[in-house]
């Protein structure tokens, strides 16, 4: 069965982009969350850090495992190449690996009080969500916009899994801009969410929000949820205003938008899809201009 898991990680979760992915997400946004700190005056990575970092990778090999069960019906017929339904592994197999992984993440963080709770809420509504998708029928396929409702707070929840560690190391409570950065991250997904899907061509049995907001919205939703990602951000970290941490240097977080800026003038020139490249850069580049304000400000004077 290990032989298995490890032929579905290379096919499945590329360690190559999952995990820079990843770690830019803990890394990048527990620098935000620092530099939106007021009771935060340095910051450093460190050993818990490091800690928050791989239970993110882990956590996220568990979704993909836990997305293939769910869509192997829709794969079989659509995307038959895909571990699951081309026999690399079985339904067993992820189970098994969704099980130990889950296990594992929790043992790995049993030290750290209510950042394990959040872990564990982050997790039992996974399962759930999957769960009642894959052998409920609930939210039908069909139903995308539905499917976004119930999906997304997964990603929210893990955001806040980084910021109840970030809380942790740093002996601070629960404010206003932390969460603001909370919900700008999940705007900023919401970028990706939508933009991978923004074609102009579905291709047949396809499930694209095109086909409920056409392709013009789509790309204009894509678009617009970076925007107001960005202008989240700036709103927390104040960089026009002296006082603030992120004064100056925190204007590097408009630089990201010029990633979905470009996709979305290409598609409205006439592209069939919304390009790949700029689509899957814009998350870990937005976690990079993060990482460089908070430790420009409250990192580089250590």
Known sequence: MIGRWGRYVVAAYKPTFHLPFMIFWAVGLTALFACVTGGVQRWRPDL???????????????????????D???????????????????ERDLVA??????????????????????????????????????YAGWPPGDRLVLHLAVN????????????????????????????????????GALC?????????????????????FGPSVTSAAAF?????????????????QPDAAGYGWGWLVLAPLALPAVAAVRFASGA????????LAYIPVMYASFLAVGWLTKGASV
């Open 152 to 187: 997304l707070p997964i990603q929210t929840l893990l955001s806040l899994y980084v910021y109840a560690a970030f809380l942790r190391a740093e002996q601070q409570r629960v404010s206003v801009v932390g969460l603001m950065a909370v919900v700008a991250v999940t705007f």
């Open 224 to 240: 617009a949820s970076a925007a107001i990602a960005t202008a989240i951000v700036l709103v927390a970290l104040r960089p026009w």
């Open 97 to 134: 690996l969704v099980g130990s992984g889950i296990a594992l993440l929790l043992l790995l963080n049993a030290g750290r009080e209510v950042v394990l709770l959040a872990l564990a809420g982050q997790l039992g509504y996974a399962v759930l969500v999957i769960a009642l998708d894959r």
């Open 272 to 279: 069939t899809r919304w390009p790949v490249a700029p689509t």
């Open 48 to 70: 818990g850090l490091a800690l928050t970092a791989g239970t993110l990778v882990i956590d996220m090999l568990l979704l993909r495992a836990l997305d293939d069960i769910r």
């Open 72 to 90: 192997q019906d829709y794969d079989r017929e659509h995307n038959p190449g895909r571990p699951l339904p081309s026999g690399v592994v079985s």
């Open 192 to 212: 990706l969410e939508f933009g991978r899907k923004a074609t102009r061509r579905p291709r047949p049995g396809e499930r694209t929000y095109a086909t409920v």
